[in-house]
């Protein structure tokens, strides 16, 4: 591609800072506006591009860069969520129509707190409507109350040990009850049920 030009192009400011209007970048690409700290320019700007790929979602894009902290500080005149109501007053809302959102903290933490935090998947394709927690070590859930409500499968499985404790009282219901063990696999039950034959497979 021949280099790109702009003849009506606008560079305007001083040594603290300045905007440029049509400027062409190192990559040929074209910045509609460009806002730039005149001591820290090369790590300090916010670009709006105006050409680039479209699907890959380049041309069009807003790219805020700063090699200190970034804070949004909103919503204090909005009136709070009435108690018992569900769909509050937004102070802060991003949306995407596609693409994925991306929260990345390289050497830190990510901490959402609020009165009630909700994940949401909802998908008509059956390989979506996922929520998938993976951790290195370990996930701990703490609370006075956890409730677990599968309507067609919940399986716990584990390469160790797994250990079903009820300090006062453990309830164990079901309408039809198997139990199986690791001599299973060996000697089964008459009628070999579902369950001692998913043991022999390592339930897989």
Do not use: W
């Not at 290195?136 to 677990?148: F, G, K, N, Q, W």
């Not at 309830?171 to 696999?185: E, F, Q």
């Amino acid at each position: 591609m021949a280099t790109r030009l702009v003849y009506n192009a606008k560079n305007l400011g001083n040594r603290h800072g300045r905007i440029k209007f049509g400027h062409v970048q190192d990559n040929n690409e074209i910045a509609a506006v460009q806002l730039l700290n005149g001591k820290d320019a090369g790590r300090h700007y916010m670009t709006m591009h105006q050409t680039g790929d479209k699907d890959s979602g380049q041309r069009g894009a807003t790219e805020n860069v700063c090699p200190g902290s970034f804070t949004v500080d909103c919503g204090k005149d909005i009136v709070a969520t009435p108690t018992g109501e569900e769909q509050g007053n937004q102070a802060f809302a991003v949306r995407c129509e596609n693409g994925d959102v991306l929260i990345q903290a390289k050497d830190g933490a990510i901490k959402l707190e609020a009165e009630t935090i909700e994940l949401v998947a909802k998908s008509g394709d059956g390989q979506k409507g996922k929520i998938t927690l993976d951790a290195s070590e370990t996930i701990e859930l703490r609370a006075p109350d956890i409730i677990v409500d599968a309507s067609d499968y919940a399986k716990i499985f584990t390469d160790g040990t797994l250990e079903l404790l009820g300090q006062s009282i453990l309830n164990i219901y079901g309408g039809m009850l198997h139990c199986a063990d690791g001599a299973t696999s060996v000697l089964g039950s008459k009628g070999d049920p579902d369950l001692e034959q998913r043991a022999r497979d390592g339930f897989i």
